[in-house]
């Protein structure tokens, strides 16, 4: 995490914990339309009028997703909040995937 730019002091905590667990929120609910899997539907319909098949494929997918792909899915606040503090706590990149998984 970029300490440089918050600061790494109360203030700059309080405004990561801001930034952070509103933007785990947003981007927990993308999901990547991969070319390959939904380019043969997307010639029937526009993707966006597609919403059901779309999710019937999305949620079949979440089977074969990574334990830390899952967990960064997750619609939980609690758990956008534990997500900040290890990534805020952690030294590297490294140490802030070992403990999420």
């Given at each position: 995490l970029k300490?440089?730019?918050?600061?790494?002091?109360?203030?700059?905590?309080?405004s990561a914990f801001y930034f952070l667990p509103?933007?785990?929120n947003f981007f927990c609910r993308y999901r990547p339309l991969v070319d390959e899997r939904f380019h043969d539907l997307s010639?029937?319909?526009p993707l966006i009028q597609s919403s059901r098949g779309i999710?019937?494929?999305?949620?079949?997918?979440?089977?074969e997703l990574e334990p830390l792909?899952?967990?960064?899915?997750l619609d939980d606040e609690e758990a956008h909040l534990d997500i900040s503090s290890i990534l805020w706590d952690a030294a590297s990149d490294d140490e802030a995937?070992?403990?999420m998984t």
């Open positions: 300490k440089d730019h918050f600061k790494d002091d109360d203030r700059g905590k309080r509103w933007h785990f010639l029937d319909h999710s019937t494929i999305l949620q079949e997918q979440e089977e792909e899952k967990l960064l899915r995937v070992r403990k």
